[in-house]
């Protein structure tokens, strides 16, 4: 009917899928994910697809004002809707500030798809569980992980699956705040070991501090280290005493 929207269930079930589980995401970056996920459209047809479904509402797009030329997409209440009829774990966008376009949000977003796409390349990825499945999983059924993380990332690496939980920082928290995520990160069951990621040294440094001698096993790296290198980037653990690559770090977790 004029006015209504024929979504193809494979391309623009992909397209909807990769906004919902990045929360905000760039232009590039969603042309980034779609590629490394096996859909090799030509720019031209990712550039119409997306604006259909903006013109129908069921993604939101809006511009950075702090980065020009930079669109960044959300998935709407509609498209939440739709992509619950199709199995996906979308129920808590519903009535929520989720998709809220803040500044702060959306750059952690952003930052957050950047280590995703980091891990995608590397070609060992096994699963990328992000915050809104594991806020779900936690709300709505008995396996719960300890608190709400950004990911939780399963890769293949000297053969075996390695699972561990991500935490990215880009501002710092009160002190207060840093030892109950300590407390909950040391009751963790589910995974062998967190990587703290930041967006500086400095951060780093300061966040650190406030898990020496942790009970479990917390690795910490700079962003834009693992942008560049990923599972080669130089970590330190919560004794802050040296430095090795996260790929040891991971092969000493595997089980």
Known sequence: MKGSIDLASVNDHAVLRQVLRSRHVSHDQLCQFLQLSGHYWPRRTLNW?????????????????????????????????????KGESAAMMIGSRANHIDENAVQHSLDINEIHLSVLRTQELVSWKCELEIRSQNEFTGARFAKDYDA????????????????????????????????????????????????????????????????????????????????????????????????????????
């Open 152 to 255: 939780i990332i399963t890769v293949n690496t000297g053969g075996r699956d390695v699972q561990f939980a991500l935490e990215y920082e880009r501002k710092p928290k009160q002190p207060k705040r840093y030892w109950q995520i300590r407390d909950l990160i040391e009751k963790e069951t589910h995974v062998e070991c967190v990587l703290y990621l930041t967006s500086n040294f400095h951060l780093l440094s300061y966040v650190s501090r406030f898990f020496e001698r942790s009970a479990k096993a917390v690795y910490f790296g700079v962003l834009d280290e693992f942008r560049l290198h990923a599972f080669e980037t130089k970590v330190m653990d919560s004794r802050r005493l040296v430095t090795f690559p996260l790929v040891s770090a991971l092969q000493g977790n595997s089980r």
């Open 49 to 85: 697809r997306v604006q259909r479904l903006v013109e129908h509402r069921l993604i939101v797009r809006s511009d950075l004002s702090f980065v020009s030329g930079v669109r960044v997409y959300a998935l709407s209440e509609r498209g939440a809707s739709y992509l619950i009829g």
